[in-house]
Structure formats: structure tokens, C-alpha cells
């Protein structure tokens, strides 16, 4: 197998990038399958906290004469803010 100039520079890229950040390709891979498992997860994890809260939201609107869906928005803002703090 012949290596090119390109193929020796790509290595050494490599190379030097293990050496700054620690961290193997291989390691990369792994954590690159990581997120894209918890971004996977996202839906079901909606789903189950939307099947949790609805509910409760719907309880909490009827004394108020509040649309759920009212109430539902702005449990989603205030729980955005919190998470944006």
C-alpha cells in the first residue's frame, strides 16, 4: 500500500489531535453514539413527561375555567426558563 501526502498529513492530524484533546477517533465514535442515543431517547422522553403532566394540568385549569392548553403553555414556558437559567 502506497501512502500518499494527503494520507500522511490526515494521520498526523490524527495523531496531534489525540495528543491535545486525550481522546482517541475511537473514543469519538463512541461518544458520538452516546448523543445520538439521547437525542433517540427525546421522543419517549416527552411522551412519558406529557402523559405524566397532563393530568395535572388539566385538574389544575378546571377550577379556573382556564383552557389546558393555556395552562399547558405556560407550565412549558416557565419550566423553558428554568432550564434556560
Known amino acids: 500500500m502506497k501512502l500518499t501526502k494527503e494520507d500522511l498529513k490526515r494521520m498526523i492530524v490524527q495523531e496531534l489531535k489525540v495528543l491535545v484533546t486525550g481522546q482517541s477517533p475511537m473514543e469519538e465514535a463512541d461518544e458520538g453514539e452516546e448523543i445520538m442515543q439521547a437525542i433517540e431517547d427525546i421522543p419517549a422522553a416527552t411522551e412519558k413527561i406529557t402523559s405524566d403532566?397532563?393530568?395535572?394540568?388539566?385538574?389544575?385549569?378546571?377550577?379556573?375555567?382556564?383552557?389546558?392548553?393555556?395552562?399547558?403553555s405556560a407550565v412549558a414556558a416557565a419550566l423553558k426558563a428554568k432550564v434556560d437559567k
Not at 58 to 71: I, N, Q, R, T, Y
Open 53 to 72: 403532566m397532563v393530568p395535572d394540568i388539566e385538574k389544575m385549569a378546571e377550577p379556573s375555567g382556564l383552557d389546558p392548553a393555556v395552562l399547558g
